[in-house]
């Protein structure tokens, strides 16, 4: 195997609309998902139960969102990032490969906004790939400090050599972590913009596939009416070659 097909996409807890226009749209999400096709898909935002929203939108699954989300043949993987009143919500990866062993650690930087990173070993054509979903904070500062604590993750938890994907939401509308990334050895699309926020009208790259030991050859962002009605952001799909 020669290529990888990676996504990612902050599905904005599965519901979207304001007030009684609010609807569910984990089913029309599931769809999406299969669609594009990705051999890994990295998800943010990602519901692992809802007291409150189960109660008043009609056809919530009685499964976590992330096997909801799994098109046949995938494995998912969740883990908890915030936790509230009425229920919990996260990142999860699904893969077409297998899942060796995974791992969560907490980036929270205050207590006002929870964060977490997901970390996963994938078996890809017998050669061992790490993947890590993130969802960093909204604060500048906050997401300096989550990327300084990622490198020394990635120190500690991933082996020098080994092919490593850093992909979700880095919240980064300033462009300023390219750098802070590259440091680490990891590389995204050179020179390219792939706006994915807001999704009526995207004009912020927050979305991203960040790569050590495989190449980020092109992206594609989906467009259209139905993309931008399931969450406010619009899911990216990177095509990966090894190195």
Not at 29 to 47: K, M, N, P
Request: net charge positive; proline share 6%.
């Amino acid at each position: 195997m020669d290529k990888l097909r990676i996504a990612t996409w902050n599905i904005h807890k599965g519901v979207s609309g304001i007030g009684p226009a609010r609807r569910l749209e984990i089913h029309n999400l599931a769809q999406a998902v299969e669609s594009l096709d990705a051999d890994v898909i990295c998800l943010q935002e990602v519901r692992k139960f809802n007291r409150r929203e189960q109660q008043a939108l009609a056809r919530w699954p009685d499964l976590p969102q992330a096997d909801v989300l799994a098109p046949p043949g995938y494995e998912a993987v969740y883990a908890t990032n915030a936790r509230t009143r009425f229920g919990e919500h996260g990142n999860a990866l699904l893969s077409r490969w297998p899942v060796v062993a995974h791992a969560h650690e907490d980036m929270s930087d205050h207590r006002f906004e929870q964060r977490g990173l997901l970390h996963a070993q994938l078996q890809v054509a017998g050669v061992a790939l790490h993947v890590i979903v993130l969802h960093l904070g909204l604060i500048g500062g906050s997401r300096l400090r989550q990327i300084a604590q990622l490198s020394n993750y990635v120190e500690r938890e991933v082996p020098p050599n080994a092919k490593l994907l850093v992909a979700g939401d880095f919240n980064d509308w300033a462009e300023r972590l390219h750098e802070p990334m590259r440091r680490l050895g990891l590389k995204t699309i050179e020179g390219v913009r792939l706006p994915t926020f807001p999704s009526r009208l995207p004009v912020l790259h927050l979305d991203r596939v960040y790569a050590r030991g495989l190449t980020c050859q092109h992206g594609v962002v989906p467009r259209g009416a139905a993309w931008a009605r399931m969450s406010d952001h619009l899911p990216l799909v990177v095509e990966m070659s090894w190195i």
